[in-house]
């Protein structure tokens, strides 16, 4: 059954980049040669030398509703999201809340919604936008406001902690034991794939934003904290093994994934961690308190 | 009257030196409480964008002498010989467990142990390495494992202003706000350590991330602590445009070619031996004379550059070692790397000078410590060759650790807690939200920070006048004390305008230490190149320059200057 679950996942993974036109397959690099090219042509054929940046406020502590503001951006042929924002915020209005950092990916300061979809600004090239005028950005859906643009991270964080992601081993710590303290675990080229895709994890956030589930289950932990615990799980040099499984083998844990997919399909670092949920029932099928009570609820709220 | 918060410990900085520096010192007592306090939430510190490696002594027929050779050779002699060993000696220990805590190294195909590979400026290839994705797979693997410490506590988004300190001029805590809400805090702490990073965003072409920032080292030098070697800024030499995103040297340790506009491996004539994996400060030097000379291209952002060439590595090569950079190049410049040559330019990427430490990391105040970039303990003297920033970060984030928390268990078995400065409290309120928070000004705060950037990228770059830098000097002054120092978003929570208004306050004070310490030192050094001066003066300038803070804006910094130290390297020519 679990396998046949994970051919589907696997199709549907194809379908995806089929869709989307990229090419997974050669390391997960989502190529877009539009992006840096000259400015784009608007539909009705003229170059485009600005765009509108619609952007979400609010300030949650002073008034719980929330407006947009529209903000006239200059464009330049590479000219990300997150370049716009500055640019707004350090010339049009200083008050625009933004997180952000390292303006290439690596960091998962600046995820937000980008015309509705969970992105990282700095990973968003506005000429990716041929067709719109206007260009929405609202906060990730999912985590509670600060301010504007900003989410709080703190529940997210607790689940990736609660997923206790860090290698069990008494010899985990080097100065600890009675091995020479300059030796290593060693690990062969599979060993490592096996949860290396998982590692390229950078909690920004996407996912847990497009998680349908978190969205009504706010004590799940979500396709982040999962595929993290998948990730310490398949690591040969983690010893934790069964116990590690039973952390998220509850109620709101691991069975309330219905696989809808759409954390793989907005993870900017081709994590895929619908998959790595998928592999970790994989495991749990054979001692699982919950799986079938679950399933089987599951089952009726699907019919 | 400010809340108060009661730490054993607070680490300032949340990188690579101040998350190791949060394990060491909690597994030296887990009854120790230490706060990590970081102006960014705790993993997304600028460490994440190290690329290439993290060098150190593994294999069988590498040994540490050579490490060191190559460590203090690549420093042009200025390092503290006694600092560059212990560097060497400590850092084999670290890779091991960082293995042990998760870290995917790259491994042997043969075997499965850790693999290393060619980096600039070495004798043998040693750099560590985990794809192209170093420093943030050390991030990860360390903000992971500090998650399994329960006195470790992180304070995301805590901007510090201020180090306090009392009576006897002990280190006795900071002054924050907490971004979220806007409340201003002291923190108080037996012992600290700051670990803030570079402040490489004080050029506008910057490998760096928008948060680095020199608040850290600010704060050190309005607290009257010395900054050492601020004159010696290291630029990269392949940074790609118009972003100044960072391609990482293991692209030439991998094989990658630079070539000119008339398709010459250029570098065989300034480094006939190393080529392309010469130290960068002479890799930089090479590019910019074939800028001057005429045989760059131009660029489409308007400025001249060269290319680096990688497609002969072949996809297989590339797409395993390399993946990170290539997905930069298709995304950032619309270049894949495997099919086509990658226009690049030499870009400000670190910064050898920081908060004068000792070997220890002891900074001259009594409990308080520095690690990592934000630190100069002499390293890297004038020039760091690359993939040992991150095993600076990763052996002083060790030592600083253990030696704070021994120093902290030692004061709480005598009791000795001393109290906060109130005055030094109110001083502080006043600075920011008198001087800043309700500042005037008619100049936009961020057109001046431009300003500011793009005279430090015009007067203080690779090759250096004294012209040149006299001026930037006088332009940095007359910007730091016109009229831009305002806040226009009057919201206490999140309040990033206030906090960029603090950062680029920062950004002057450290730029201007960094122009008056490249125009004192008359000689030609590591990065510090001056046209006057072409030649290394041993005889007048084999010594650290140190700057102190003047007392306020108005007043010049205070340079000196203090010895290097030797073990039983001589200083020679260098070559590559």
Known sequence: ?303 | MTDTIFYDIIIIGSGIAGLRAAISAASEDNNLKIAVISKVQVMRSHSVSAEGGTAAVIQEDDNLESHIYDTIKGSDYLADQDVAERLVQKIPFEIYQLEHWGMPWSRKKEDGRIDQRWFGGYSYPRATYAQDRVGFFEMQTLYDTCLKYENIHFFNEWFCTAILTSDNDNFCGVTAIEMKTGDFIKFRALAGIICTGGAGRIYSFSTYAYSSTPDGLDMAYRAGLALKDMEFVQFHPTGILPSGILITEGARGEGGYLINNKGERFMKKYAPNKLELASRDVVSRGMMKELEEGRGFKSEAGVDCLKIDLTHLGMEKIQERLGGIREIGIKFSGVDIAEESIQIRPVCHYMMGGIHTDIDGATEMNGLWSAGEAACNSTHGANRLGANSTAECLVWGTITGQLAARYALDRKSRKSQSSIDQQEVINEEKRIYDGIFRGSGQLNPYEVRMELTNTMDSNAHVFRTERGLAEGLKKVRDLMRSKWKHVNDTAREYNTNFINVMEIDSMFRIAEVVLLCALNRHESRGAHAMVEYPKRDDANFMKHSLAYFGGSDQNDPKTDWCPVTFTHYKPEERHY
């Open chain 1, 1 to 303: 059954m679990a396998n046949n679950i994970i051919v589907k996942l696997k199709r549907l993974n194809r379908r995806r980049e089929s869709e989307r036109g990229e090419n997974t397959s050669d390391g997960n690099i989502n190529k877009n040669h539009d992006s840096n090219d000259k400015p784009k042509q608007n539909k009705k054929g003229k170059l485009r030398d600005k765009i509108v940046l619609k952007v979400f406020r609010i300030n949650y502590t002073k008034d719980k509703s929330h407006y947009y503001d529209e903000f006239e951006i200059p464009l330049q042929k590479s000219t990300t999201v997150l370049d716009a924002l500055i640019y707004a915020k350090s010339y049009l209005d200083n008050s625009i809340a933004i997180r952000y950092s390292c303006r290439m990916a690596s960091c998962g300061s600046c995820g937000m919604r980008i015309n509705g979809i969970p992105r990282l600004a700095c990973y968003t090239n506005l000429s990716e936008f041929e067709e719109e005028d206007t260009i929405t950005c609202d906060p990730l859906a999912n985590f509670p406001h600060i301010r504007d643009l900003v989410t709080d991270f703190t529940q997210f964080y607790d689940h990736h902690k609660q997923m206790k992601p860090y290698i069990h081993n008494e010899n985990a710590d080097v100065s600890n034991t009675r091995q020479s303290p300059l030796s290593e675990f060693g690990q062969s080229h599979e060993d490592v794939e096996k949860y290396l895709q998982f590692s390229y994890c950078i909690k920004c956030g996407l996912c847990y934003s497009a998680c349908p589930t978190v969205a009504t289950d706010t004590k799940f932990p979500g396709p982040q904290a999962l595929s993290q615990a998948y990730r310490y799980y398949i690591d040969t040099r983690d010893v934790m093994d069964r116990d590690r499984l039973k952390i998220i083998d509850d109620r709101h844990g691991i069975w309330r994934c219905h696989f809808a997919g759409s954390c793989s399909k907005v993870c900017p670092k081709g994590v895929d961690p619908a998959l790595g949920i998928q592999l970790l029932r994989d495991q749990m099928f054979s001692f699982s308190k919950h799986e079938k009570k679950i399933a089987r609820e599951l089952g009726r709220m699907n019919r």
